[in-house]
């Protein structure tokens, strides 16, 4: 038999435990995070409310069997009540779940409402899932990128690096080129899919939207506090699954709008947004990938990124060569040696190297051959561009998703970087004629 003092030091276990739980939950992280979007916020009021609910469910289910199983046990004297068709009971045992789960579904239901109300955005961004990066367009700004793994990580994630992960700060959870977004604004995020099922999820604005290829799926965001907020694909998606993380650095309205000016003004190339805080004086750090346009292979859009190239560039002859579809190109310019490598570089380390690796020597585990002094980078042209335009096993086609200027500045590095010297420098019009 328990008696008072058994009793209390049995309360006193029980409140000494909840508090253990209670505090690792919530000071420990333990908890969902709170988020900084205004559905963040939704989802852990709501996950709250059904925790307390779940909790009073359990207090008063777990406190009838304690009571029952210590002071109204059989060895102790007591006999089972053995009634039929209790009216009243059925009733009451009907009536308050129905009710309580009533007072979960409207809520949940309102949660879910505002989840997928995307209408009057201020801006709106395509996220693009591509095995194994993202890519941002910025519709309304008619710029757009690619966010590769981070190059720090993507090392130390080969086979046989030696580098130890724990050295790689934000190991695979670090890109090249962050998608950036002002604060305070609403974003309508149009997601989807150039390949196979992806899905893009940063946990602090509870936004989780399956990218499909052909579908646009939609979601939402307003953060409210500036910041980088980190997440990744959540849709098994192959091999490279785990090396496609997100993140999104948001600034304020007014930051935003200076990084905007500076990608536009940059034509190509990526600005870091880090590098246009004060303490950088300033002066915009542009950084290795050159954008994509939104309509890949359209060559008419594609043509302003020909301003990426360095001074030497802009010195070669503005070319007036029309495109196939008669529209005057605006100042075409010509690559030179000097500003194809340039470009060229850039382009294959964030788009090639993670096969064929950064010292150009391939990567026999997944049969992507060496180009320094492979075959096809030192032999014709014509089928050095056919193969990069179309791909082959599991080379991927480029065509579809390089300019025409960033395909001829990449053929133009590999044919004359890594000891390989075939001193021709590809122009734009021969990529164009050769798609
Ligand atoms: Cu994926």
Sequence with gaps: ???????????????????????????????????????????????????????????????????????????????????????????????????????????????????????????????????????????????????????????ASQLGSKINP???????????????????????????????????????????VDAIPGFINQGWIEIDKPGTYRGGCTELCGRGHAFMPVVVVAESPSDYAKWVAAMKASNGAYIDPATMQPEHNGSPVVYATPLLNINAGNSAQLEPAAAVLPATASKAPAATAKPASGKPVAAEKNLTMASAMKLGKQVFDSNCAACHMADGKGNAEIGAPA??????????????????????GIMPAWGARLSDMQLAAVITFERNAFGNHQGDVVQPTQIRAAR
């Design 371 to 392: 180009i320094a002094g492979g075959p096809i980078p030192n032999g014709p042209l014509a089928a050095h561009i056919a193969l990069v335009l179309h791909g082959k």
């Design 1 to 155: 038999m328990v008696d008072k003092k058994q009793f209390k030091a049995l309360c006193k276990v029980l409140a000494a435990t909840l508090a253990l739980v209670s505090s690792a939950a919530f000071s420990m992280d333990l908890n969902m995070p709170v988020g900084v979007t205004p559905t963040s916020h939704e989802v852990y009021d709501l996950h709250m409310y059904v925790f307390w609910v779940c909790v009073g469910i359990g207090v008063v289910v777990f406190s009838l069997m304690i009571i029952s199983i210590i002071w109204h046990r059989k060895a102790a004297g007591h006999k089972a009540a053995h009634f039929h068709d209790n009216t009243a009971l059925e009733v009451i045992w009907t009536i308050v779940p129905v009710i309580i789960l009533v007072a979960l579904a409207i809520p949940a239901a309102k949660v879910l409402v505002n989840m997928t109300n995307t209408s009057d955005p201020d801006m709106n961004v395509m996220i693009e899932g591509y095995q194994w990066k993202w890519q941002y367009n910025y519709l309304q700004d008619g710029f757009s990128y690619f966010s590769n793994l981070a190059a720090d990580s993507n090392a």
């Design 166 to 208: 724990d050295s790689v700060p934000h190991y695979l959870r670090d890109v090249d080129h962050p998608m950036v977004v002002p604060v305070g604004k609403k974003i309508r995020l149009l997601i989807t899919s150039a390949d196979v099922i992806h899905s893009w999820y940063v946990p602090d604005f509870a936004v989780k």
